[in-house]
């Protein structure tokens, strides 16, 4: 994994079908994103669910219809510049796929919401451990019993992510992650993941399990898989996500989203 190729080059060869794997830890220091695409008639009330719970689902841009390049990234194309799309129908994944190209009409209206991905640069900056990126793996991610607050059909469940710490390392963390509130902020939760409804670390919902080493802790992110989970579940005809892991990596710089 090249860690050094910038956001453009990075999509140029998505886009060319040369990178179909996930992006934690790709393209170092620019900031990923999550994806979701649904219909106008719904774009008000999906919105809504994201100003209603900004920690798992913070916006960085909402795209008119029918548009498919972002002011966060320019001459991209979402419909072809992220590794795997899921396509689901009244709900259901229906395919896996590296283009929407041919989903997309005028009427299709795009999110992207800040992810996770973007602050792991700053913490292995400040020295702490990524164990994903240091395992070749997507980041564990987990659905949670803390609801978030629904808006029209849209509703979800609380998802986050978890990064192995030991306690001095998670302290740290919370003081490097705190400052980028455009990208899920401080950790919602430390240690026992039973408080969070979460029975086995070692099956996350999405993702990969990660070793957890003698003396560490599970540190859990917000997470903006929330946002594709809310998306489906208002069960339109036509909803895109993401794949989990496999985000739009914009031309943003992660110290841009930070607090000032």
């Not at 996930?22 to 990923?32: D, N």
């Not at 994103?33 to 689902?57: G, I």
């Not at 992220?82 to 396509?87: E, G, I």
Request: glycine residues 6%; charged residues 20%.
């Amino acid at each position: 994994m090249n860690q050094k190729r910038s956001a453009r080059e990075l999509r140029q060869h998505i886009r060319s079908g040369h990178w179909t794997a996930q992006t934690s830890g790709a393209a170092a220091g620019y900031v990923q994103a999550n994806l979701v695409m649904l219909p106008l008639r719904e774009a008000f009330h999906f919105l809504l669910f994201c100003t209603r719970n900004s920690k798992p689902c913070p916006v960085l841009d909402v795209l008119d219809p029918g548009e498919v390049e972002p002011s966060i990234a320019r001459g991209a194309d979402l419909t072809t510049d992220l590794p795997r799309y899921r396509v689901f129908r009244r709900g259901e994944m229906v395919d896996e796929v590296t283009d929407v190209k041919a989903l997309f009409d005028e009427e299709t209206v795009s999110f992207l919401l800040g992810c996770s991905f973007s602050f792991e640069n700053a913490m292995r900056a400040a020295g702490l451990p990524v164990r994903n990126i240091e395992e070749g793996k997507n980041v564990s991610m987990y659905k949670t019993n803390r609801p978030c607050r629904p808006a029209g059909p849209f509703h979800a469940p609380l998802v986050v992510s978890m990064r192995p710490l030991t306690p001095a390392q998670a302290v740290r963390a919370v003081q490097v992650t705190s400052r980028f509130y455009l990208t899920h902020g401080a950790p919602v939760h430390m240690g026992d993941p039973a408080e969070l409804g979460i029975a086995d670390l070692a099956r996350p919902d999405f993702g990969d399990p990660v070793e957890i080493r003698p003396g560490e802790i599970p540190v859990f992110w917000a997470c903006g898989v929330t946002s594709s989970l809310s998306a489906v579940s208002a069960r339109l005809p036509l909803t895109i996500t993401h794949s989990p892991g496999h985000m739009f990596v914009s031309d943003l710089k992660d110290e841009e989203m930070t607090v000032l």
